[in-house]
């Protein structure tokens, strides 16, 4: 089972990014799938989940303070594919983003499939 994340890369302040996670070896139709960031020097920082669609009918999302309003998680048609758009990006936002998957946003810190993260840094 691997999870890849992409689309991180070099953004100024104000800018948006958004961010892919696919999977082999796992169907994401079936899972709750977060993301979460870790910066230098700090712990780990969920910043979304959306719930399982199979155990979940209609599609729930989750965000902390820090990056509601401007993070939005999505599906794909298939809903294989998890993107986080990220707007009205800044400097706090720089850190590495995995996405992770579970049976359930309640567990997802705790989740068993991790990617390996994408860097995405906010400069001027």
């Known amino acids: 089972v691997q999870l890849v994340e992409s689309g991180g890369g070099s953004v100024q302040p104000g800018g948006s990014l958004r961010l892919s996670c696919a999977a082999s070896?796992?169907?994401?139709?079936?899972?709750?799938v977060g993301w979460f960031r870790q910066a230098p020097g700090k712990e780990r920082e969920g910043v979304s989940c959306?719930?399982?669609?199979?155990?979940?009918?209609?599609?729930?999302?989750y965000y902390p303070d820090s990056v509601k309003g401007r993070f939005t998680i999505s599906r794909d048609k298939d809903k294989k594919v998890v993107y986080l758009q990220m707007d009205s990006l800044t400097p706090d936002d720089t850190a590495v983003y995995y996405c992770?998957?579970?049976?359930?946003?309640?567990?997802?810190?705790?989740?068993?499939?991790w990617g390996q993260g994408t860097q995405v840094t906010v400069s001027s």
């Open positions: 992770a998957a579970d049976r359930d946003c309640a567990i997802i810190d705790a989740a068993d499939y």
């Open positions: 959306i719930t399982n669609p199979v155990s979940v009918g209609d599609q729930k999302t």
């Open positions: 070896g796992l169907n994401l139709a079936y899972y709750a």
